[in-house]
């Protein structure tokens, strides 16, 4: 079984750009989560799709935007970029029934400069 | 607003010696409790929650509610014990208000 796969791995971009990450679930899971690894802040929990719906989302910004699509992969946009977005985005995948069991990607790098 | 606190960032202890990582929580509800570990070059994967009530790895967790608290436990670390612990809190059981504590590194010394 292919676990969750996100891309790119690395992302460079100048401030005030936009960042696309993108995010594929284990097949057969319907829920994707992101979430912000900033160095020495732990992981902090961005947003929650379902089914194609944005369910839940944590106290970030509205510049930190995404959807779902129907296979249900998924993409985190982040406009306006600002230094301090640099981070590790993880995104992690469950199925619906389990959704405290998350499979999380590797995690791609975002810099900001 | 619930929260989840793991008081130290790095624990060092030497091959065959009793760890303890500590977690503590803040939440009105029932919580669910989980354990995340992070190996080097690794993905973050679960360990354990607290409702299955079983041992990963030699790993234990108990549900304190009178204390508030999740601490993992095992009585004989080795050497590849050696990673990040996120413990982590479900206020529900519908994906939301999951939240993560920052982290402990364990270091397992030979």
């Known amino acids: 079984e292919a676990g969750v796969t996100q891309s790119p791995t690395h992302l460079i971009k100048t401030r005030g750009q936009q960042a696309t990450l993108r995010c594929s679930p284990i097949?057969?899971?319907?829920?994707v989560y992101w979430y912000q690894q900033a160095l020495g802040l732990g992981l902090q929990f961005l947003l929650w799709?379902?089914?194609?719906?944005?369910?839940n989302r944590g106290n970030f910004p509205p510049r930190f935007s995404g959807r779902q699509f129907p296979n249900y992969s998924s993409e985190l946009n982040v406009n306006a970029l600002e230094l301090e977005d640099s981070a590790l985005y993880l995104c992690?995948?469950?199925?619906?029934?389990?959704?405290?069991?998350?499979?999380f990607g590797p995690g791609t790098r975002l810099t900001v400069t | 607003a619930q929260r989840v606190t793991q008081p130290e960032k790095l624990l060092s202890v030497f091959k065959g010696a009793p760890v303890e990582l500590k977690c503590n929580y803040s939440?009105?509800?029932?919580?669910?409790l989980f354990w995340y570990v992070q190996y080097s070059r690794q993905r973050l994967q679960l360990l354990l929650r607290?409702?299955s009530r079983e041992s990963i790895k030699g790993f234990t967790a108990d549900l304190n509610k009178g204390e508030t608290s999740f601490h993992l436990k095992k009585p004989f670390a080795q050497e590849e014990d050696s990673a990040m612990y996120y413990c982590?809190?479900?206020?529900?059981?519908?994906?939301?208000?999951?939240?993560f504590g920052p982290g402990t590194r364990l270091s397992v010394l030979p």
């Open positions: 992690a995948s469950s199925s619906t029934g389990k959704l405290y069991e998350q499979y």
């Open positions: 097949s057969g899971h319907t829920s």
């Open positions: 799709y379902d089914e194609g719906e944005e369910r």
């Open positions: 939440y009105s509800g029932s919580p669910e």
């Open positions: 607290h409702i």
């Open positions: 982590a809190l479900s206020a529900d059981n519908y994906g939301q208000n999951f939240v």
